[in-house]
Protein backbone atom coordinates (compact mmCIF):
# COMPACT_ATOMS: atom_id res chain seq x y z
CA UNK A 1 0.00 0.00 0.00
CA UNK A 2 2.83 2.22 0.96
CA UNK A 3 3.71 2.22 -2.82
CA UNK A 4 0.85 3.90 -3.69
CA UNK A 5 0.98 6.88 -1.99
CA UNK A 6 2.75 8.47 -4.54
CA UNK A 7 0.32 7.96 -7.12
CA UNK A 8 -2.66 8.65 -4.64
CA UNK A 9 -1.15 11.67 -4.12
CA UNK A 10 -0.25 12.61 -7.44
CA UNK A 11 -4.07 11.94 -8.28
CA UNK A 12 -5.63 13.78 -5.41
CA UNK A 13 -3.55 17.04 -6.65
CA UNK A 14 -4.83 16.59 -10.29
CA UNK A 15 -8.08 15.97 -9.20
CA UNK A 16 -7.73 19.23 -6.88
CA UNK A 17 -6.93 21.43 -9.74
CA UNK A 18 -9.63 20.05 -12.01
CA UNK A 19 -7.63 18.26 -14.05
CA UNK A 20 -7.79 15.14 -15.69
CA UNK A 21 -4.60 12.50 -15.05
CA UNK A 22 -2.87 11.84 -18.04
CA UNK A 23 -2.11 7.83 -18.10
CA UNK A 24 1.12 7.76 -19.24
CA UNK A 25 1.88 9.83 -16.01
CA UNK A 26 0.04 7.61 -13.95
CA UNK A 27 1.89 4.30 -15.45
CA UNK A 28 5.24 6.28 -15.19
CA UNK A 29 4.33 7.20 -11.29
CA UNK A 30 3.28 3.45 -10.27
CA UNK A 31 6.43 2.59 -11.91
CA UNK A 32 8.76 4.67 -10.05
CA UNK A 33 6.82 3.52 -6.85
CA UNK A 34 7.63 -0.20 -7.69
CA UNK A 35 10.76 -0.18 -9.40
CA UNK A 36 12.48 3.05 -8.57
CA UNK A 37 14.84 3.05 -10.97
CA UNK A 38 18.75 3.98 -9.95
CA UNK A 39 21.65 6.05 -11.36
CA UNK A 40 24.50 3.94 -13.17
CA UNK A 41 27.90 4.98 -14.39
CA UNK A 42 29.10 3.15 -17.43
CA UNK A 43 32.52 3.39 -17.81
CA UNK A 44 34.12 2.07 -21.80
CA UNK A 45 37.54 0.68 -20.59
CA UNK A 46 40.73 0.29 -22.47
CA UNK A 47 42.87 -2.19 -22.94
CA UNK A 48 45.03 -1.43 -20.08
CA UNK A 49 41.73 -0.49 -17.74
CA UNK A 50 42.10 3.22 -18.56
CA UNK A 51 38.20 4.77 -18.85
CA UNK A 52 38.33 6.12 -22.38
CA UNK A 53 34.42 6.92 -22.24
CA UNK A 54 31.48 7.42 -19.60
CA UNK A 55 28.18 8.19 -19.37
CA UNK A 56 25.34 8.69 -16.71
CA UNK A 57 22.06 6.87 -17.02
CA UNK A 58 18.81 6.12 -15.35
CA UNK A 59 17.95 2.44 -15.01
CA UNK A 60 15.04 0.43 -13.46
CA UNK A 61 15.06 -3.04 -13.33
CA UNK A 62 14.59 -4.48 -16.75
CA UNK A 63 16.75 -2.13 -18.55
CA UNK A 64 19.41 -2.50 -15.23
CA UNK A 65 18.93 -6.86 -16.83
CA UNK A 66 20.44 -5.82 -20.33
CA UNK A 67 23.36 -4.21 -18.85
CA UNK A 68 24.54 -8.23 -18.34
CA UNK A 69 23.26 -9.21 -21.51
CA UNK A 70 24.61 -9.08 -24.81
CA UNK A 71 23.63 -10.62 -27.87
CA UNK A 72 26.41 -11.20 -30.56
CA UNK A 73 26.44 -8.71 -33.08
CA UNK A 74 29.27 -7.93 -35.89
CA UNK A 75 29.62 -5.34 -37.24
CA UNK A 76 26.02 -4.59 -37.20
CA UNK A 77 25.20 -7.65 -38.64
CA UNK A 78 23.29 -10.61 -36.18
CA UNK A 79 25.72 -13.18 -35.27
CA UNK A 80 22.89 -16.60 -35.11
CA UNK A 81 23.62 -18.80 -32.75
CA UNK A 82 25.44 -22.26 -33.86
CA UNK A 83 24.69 -24.51 -31.18
CA UNK A 84 23.29 -23.07 -27.70
CA UNK A 85 25.78 -21.18 -24.88
CA UNK A 86 27.66 -23.11 -22.82
CA UNK A 87 28.18 -21.79 -19.46
CA UNK A 88 31.49 -20.98 -18.25
CA UNK A 89 32.46 -18.91 -14.40
CA UNK A 90 30.76 -15.97 -14.18
CA UNK A 91 29.64 -16.08 -18.04
CA UNK A 92 29.01 -17.72 -20.89
CA UNK A 93 30.48 -18.55 -24.10
CA UNK A 94 28.94 -19.65 -27.80
CA UNK A 95 29.71 -20.05 -31.34
CA UNK A 96 27.68 -18.05 -34.03
CA UNK A 97 27.92 -16.94 -37.56
CA UNK A 98 27.48 -13.50 -39.15
CA UNK A 99 27.99 -13.13 -43.03
CA UNK A 100 28.90 -15.91 -43.49
CA UNK A 101 31.99 -16.40 -41.28
CA UNK A 102 32.05 -18.08 -38.19
CA UNK A 103 33.09 -16.72 -34.35
CA UNK A 104 33.41 -17.24 -30.57
CA UNK A 105 31.86 -15.42 -28.99
CA UNK A 106 32.36 -15.25 -24.64
CA UNK A 107 31.20 -13.08 -21.54
CA UNK A 108 32.46 -12.69 -18.21
CA UNK A 109 30.94 -10.29 -15.32
CA UNK A 110 32.98 -9.82 -12.68
CA UNK A 111 31.90 -8.22 -9.17
CA UNK A 112 28.62 -7.64 -7.90
CA UNK A 113 25.90 -7.08 -10.63
CA UNK A 114 23.54 -5.11 -8.40
CA UNK A 115 25.79 -2.78 -7.55
CA UNK A 116 29.24 -2.81 -9.49
CA UNK A 117 30.60 -5.18 -11.31
CA UNK A 118 32.85 -5.33 -15.01
CA UNK A 119 31.13 -6.89 -17.93
CA UNK A 120 33.93 -8.44 -20.42
CA UNK A 121 32.48 -9.47 -24.00
CA UNK A 122 35.79 -11.07 -26.60
CA UNK A 123 34.99 -12.07 -30.34
CA UNK A 124 37.64 -14.21 -31.84
CA UNK A 125 37.27 -14.72 -36.06
CA UNK A 126 37.70 -18.60 -36.49
CA UNK A 127 38.36 -18.32 -39.99
CA UNK A 128 41.69 -16.23 -39.25
CA UNK A 129 41.15 -13.61 -41.07
CA UNK A 130 41.66 -11.39 -37.99
CA UNK A 131 42.95 -11.88 -34.98
CA UNK A 132 40.65 -11.44 -31.12
CA UNK A 133 38.97 -8.07 -30.14
CA UNK A 134 37.92 -7.54 -26.46
CA UNK A 135 35.53 -4.76 -24.79
CA UNK A 136 35.24 -4.40 -21.53
CA UNK A 137 32.64 -1.81 -19.33
CA UNK A 138 32.56 -1.28 -15.58
CA UNK A 139 29.17 -0.55 -14.36
CA UNK A 140 28.61 1.53 -10.46
CA UNK A 141 25.22 1.96 -9.11
CA UNK A 142 25.51 5.50 -7.85
CA UNK A 143 21.87 5.62 -6.43
CA UNK A 144 18.86 7.42 -7.38
CA UNK A 145 18.14 9.12 -10.39
CA UNK A 146 17.21 12.72 -10.38
CA UNK A 147 14.10 13.40 -9.54
CA UNK A 148 13.50 14.86 -13.28
CA UNK A 149 15.20 12.02 -14.89
CA UNK A 150 13.12 9.19 -16.37
CA UNK A 151 13.79 5.67 -17.21
CA UNK A 152 16.80 5.25 -20.16
CA UNK A 153 17.79 9.70 -20.01
CA UNK A 154 21.08 9.55 -20.29
CA UNK A 155 24.21 12.10 -20.57
CA UNK A 156 27.95 12.04 -20.81
CA UNK A 157 29.88 11.80 -17.06
CA UNK A 158 31.31 14.75 -15.36
CA UNK A 159 35.18 14.47 -16.64
CA UNK A 160 35.63 13.88 -12.65
CA UNK A 161 34.36 10.36 -13.61
CA UNK A 162 36.33 9.85 -16.71
Known sequence: MRHLAPILTALLLLAACGAQP?????????QRAIDPPTLWLLQDLGP???VRAATLVCADTPMHRT???TRAEIEGA???????????PHGVTERCVADGRRYAFAT???GDPTADF???VSVTPL???AGPGAVTRHY???????????VGDQTAAPAAMR
Open 127 to 129: GGE
Open 22 to 30: DSGAILAAR
Open 118 to 120: RLT
Open 108 to 110: QTL
Open 48 to 50: AGQ
Open 140 to 150: RRLGPCPPTWQ
Open 78 to 88: ECRDLAPPVAI
Open 67 to 69: FLR
